[in-house]
C-alpha cells in the first residue's frame, strides 16, 4: 500500500462536547473510520451531560485510537498545565499521525503537546470571536499568535473565519484550507411543526453571544403593539437563568425546555429564530435549511456563505425592531416564508454534503503530510 493510501491514525482534541463543535468532530470520526482510517478522541471529562455520554457511547465501538477524558478548564489557569502533560503522554502512547484540535482549548492542548504528528487546528470561532480591544481578548489572541510557529495545517469552516484569522492573529506559513461545514442525506427529511408548536422557536446555547436577549426583546415589543408571540427556548448554557428572568420582566409567552436534539427542537415552533450576534458556519442553520424549516438569521460570520444569493434576507445582528418585524412579517405570510425555505434548501444541499467535508479534510491531512515529508 503507498504512503498516500495507507490508513491514518487520527486524534481529535477538544474541549466541551457540545453545540456545532461536537456535532462536526462526531461526523469527521464517523466519516474517517468509514474511510479505514483509525480515530480517536480527547475531550473534557465534565463537560457535555447526558446527550453527550450518549453520542459518545454510541461511537465508541468505532474508536480504535479510543475516547479519553480529561478535565478541561473553560478559562486559562494552572490546570491547564496538567491536562497538557495528559494529552501529550495519550498523542504518544496512540502512535497518531495526526493531531487535529477545535476550538481555542482543543487547538491549544493539541499543538502544545510536544508530539511528532501533524498538527492540525480548526478555530470553530473560539478565539476569534474576543475582541482584541479588551484585555481577555488580547490574551486569547496573543497565545494564538505564539501557536502560529506549532501549526502544520490550518482548516476553516468557513471563508469568514479564515479572514478574521488573517486579520487578528497573522498570515500562517502554514497550509490554510476553507472546507465548509455539511449535513447528511438523512438530515433533508422535511420536519413539520408539531400540532401545539409556539409560533417562534430558537435552538442554541443560551449566551449572549447567540442574541437571545434580542429575541426576547423583539417578542416584548410585538407583544406592547398588541401582536402576542408565543415561543420556545431551546437549549441551556450559563445565561440560561438571566434570559428566563428576562422574558418574565418583559411579559413574553416562553417555554424553556433546556436542550433537545436539533430536529425534535425544530418541530416545536413554525418559525425558527437564529439572532446571533457572532457565528463561524453554524450547524444549527445548515440543519434547519436542510429540513425546509422557516427561518430568519442574521448576517454574521459564514451565514451568508449559506445563503448566498438569498444573502438579502439576513437581519441585522443585536436589531430589535428590524428582528420583531421580520417575525411579523414572516408570520403573516407563511407561503413566502416556506417557499424560501425550500429554495435554501436546494442550495444546501448541493453546497453543503457531509460527505465532501469529510473527504476535504482527509484530502487536506494528505497534503499537509506530504509537504511535511519532503521538508
Known amino acids: 500500500m503507498s504512503a498516500n493510501a495507507r490508513p491514518l491514525s487520527i486524534l481529535h482534541v477538544f474541549r466541551a462536547p457540545v453545540g456545532g463543535l461536537f456535532r462536526h468532530v462526531v461526523d469527521l470520526v464517523r466519516g474517517q473510520t468509514a474511510a479505514g482510517h483509525r480515530v480517536g478522541i480527547i475531550a473534557d471529562a465534565i463537560t457535555g451531560g447526558g446527550r453527550a455520554e450518549a453520542t459518545l457511547a454510541e461511537i465508541a465501538p468505532l474508536m480504535a485510537l479510543g475516547i479519553t477524558r480529561v478535565s478541561m478548564s473553560r478559562h486559562l489557569g494552572l490546570s491547564d ?9 495519550v498523542i504518544r502512547t496512540s502512535g497518531a499521525d495526526i493531531v487535529h484540535g477545535h476550538g481555542a482549548k482543543g487547538g491549544a492542548y493539541a499543538r502544545l503537546a510536544g508530539t511528532r504528528a501533524l498538527r492540525a487546528y480548526t478555530p470553530h470561532g473560539g478565539s476569534l470571536h474576543f475582541d482584541p480591544r479588551t484585555p481577555i481578548g488580547f490574551v486569547y489572541l496573543t497565545l494564538e499568535r505564539a501557536l502560529l510557529g506549532r501549526t502544520d495545517l490550518l482548516l476553516f469552516e468557513s471563508s469568514y473565519a479564515r479572514d478574521v484569522y488573517h486579520r487578528r492573529i497573522g498570515a500562517p506559513a502554514a497550509p490554510a484550507q476553507v472546507i465548509h461545514n455539511g449535513v447528511a442525506a438523512a438530515e ?7 400540532a401545539d408548536a409556539s409560533d417562534v422557536v430558537f435552538v442554541a446555547e443560551l449566551r449572549r453571544l447567540k442574541g437571545v436577549d434580542v429575541l426576547i426583546e423583539a417578542l416584548s415589543l410585538l407583544g406592547a403593539q398588541g401582536r402576542p408571540v ?3 427556548i431551546v437549549g441551556s448554557g450559563p445565561e440560561a437563568a438571566e434570559f428566563q428572568a428576562l422574558a418574565r420582566a418583559r411579559g413574553v ?11 425534535e427542537a425544530f418541530a416545536r415552533g413554525r418559525l425558527l429564530v437564529v439572532p446571533s450576534r457572532a457565528e463561524s458556519l453554524p450547524y444549527i442553520v445548515l440543519e434547519a435549511a436542510a429540513a425546509g424549516v422557516p427561518m430568519l438569521t442574521t448576517k454574521v460570520g459564514g451565514i451568508p456563505e449559506i445563503f ?5 434576507q439576513l437581519l441585522p445582528a443585536g436589531d430589535v425592531a428590524s428582528l420583531a418585524a421580520a417575525i411579523q412579517a414572516a408570520l403573516s405570510n407563511t407561503a413566502a416564508a416556506q417557499a424560501s425555505a425550500q429554495a435554501l434548501r436546494e442550495r444546501v444541499r448541493a453546497h453543503f ?3 465532501p467535508m469529510v473527504a476535504g479534510v482527509l484530502a487536506s491531512y494528505r497534503a499537509a503530510l506530504a509537504r511535511a515529508a519532503v521538508r
Open 308 to 312: 448566498g444569493p438569498y444573502g438579502g
Open 188 to 194: 433533508f427529511e422535511p420536519v413539520m411543526p408539531a
Open 230 to 232: 408565543s415561543a420556545t
Open 81 to 89: 498545565v496538567v491536562a497538557v502533560r495528559r494529552v501529550a503522554n
Open 353 to 355: 454534503s457531509a460527505e
Open 253 to 263: 409567552a416562553a417555554t424553556f425546555p433546556g436542550a433537545l436534539p436539533a430536529r
